[in-house]
């Protein structure tokens, strides 16, 4: 299975009825790889991950998790991944240490010294009973069953809801541990800082359709920079309205501002033909400016069917995690 890709999707498409939550997902993830899935709640996130899962069945398409078919090998694939969905669910009377247990019963045994060490790592109280822990600290535990079995590939579904900075940063150095093994992982989130910290690529995910798969590096190059420049004497708008890319220009005497995604050179060319520069600046966009891009100028489609992306189960439920 080694030269398999991790994850593998070919024309994935879910219907709920008419409504399309998922269309033509063509998506290759290489072993070894931190993937981030982006979008905002009902954008075909979880709906995704619940495919791969074979917890719904697709209405046209195939995807396979490490070169095993996710409907007919389902069983074989649980052997080799850990699991996070984002709508968490555990036995509420459990304590978190037995709730660990039931699910390692279930993968027949795990390293418990390894347990441990995630727990402390994570700061994970399991002697409570699930019922009694706060959203965050129920993250915990679900985090340490997806990890504990040390997987191949690792797909989660928003994993720092709840948590505090602190437990986000070391989760984070846990997936670039996991990655640095060469294991997978799966990382569906709109938490912007966090796979911007920990991916290699990003997929960015619309009504139900991929927009774009790039590296974090490429996605910030094409990204709109903000640029300050100061000069000896007073500037004219027109003069830098007329270059292509520039946006929002706004001038304060001596002082140029704008919003740029085209050449530097010719930015910079116009700027020295035409004053004499005291200062230049420029910031570069973030990784939620970028995505902001991809959903500025559309509204989101009426009529849908709401996603779990922010519907998680509730804890008094006896139901569990999937």
Known sequence: MSAQPAIR?????KYY??????VDLDLVIPQGEVF??????????TTTIRTLMDEIRPTRGRASIL???????SVEIRRHI??????LAMYPRLTGRDTL??????????????VDELAERLGANLAKKVGDLSSGNRQKVGLIQAFMNRPEVLIMDEPSIGLDPLVQAEFQKMV???????????????TLSEVQRVADRVGIIRHGRLVTVESVSTLRSKAMRKVELEFTSPAEPAVFEALPGARDVTVHNHRVMLSYDGRMDRLLK??????EVVDIATEEADLEEIFLTYYRDEEEPAGGPPEADDEAAPVDDEVPLR
Do not use: C, M, Q
Not at 17 to 22: E, I, R, S, V
Not at 270 to 275: G, I, M, P, Q
């Open 17 to 22: 009825g008419d409504f399309p939550a998922l």
């Open 67 to 73: 070169g095993l078919d996710t409907h007919e090998d």
């Open 36 to 45: 981030g899935y982006l979008g905002p709640n009902g954008a075909g996130k």
């Open 176 to 190: 670039r541990e996991t990655a640095a093994e060469g294991r997978t992982i799966f990382l569906s989130s709109h």
């Open 101 to 114: 247990t039931y699910f390692a019963n279930l993968r027949g045994g795990v390293d418990w010294t390894y």
């Open 270 to 275: 116009t700027a020295f033909d035409h004053y």
């Open 82 to 87: 850990g699991y996070l969905p984002g709508d």
């Open 9 to 13: 999707t070919e024309g994935l498409t």
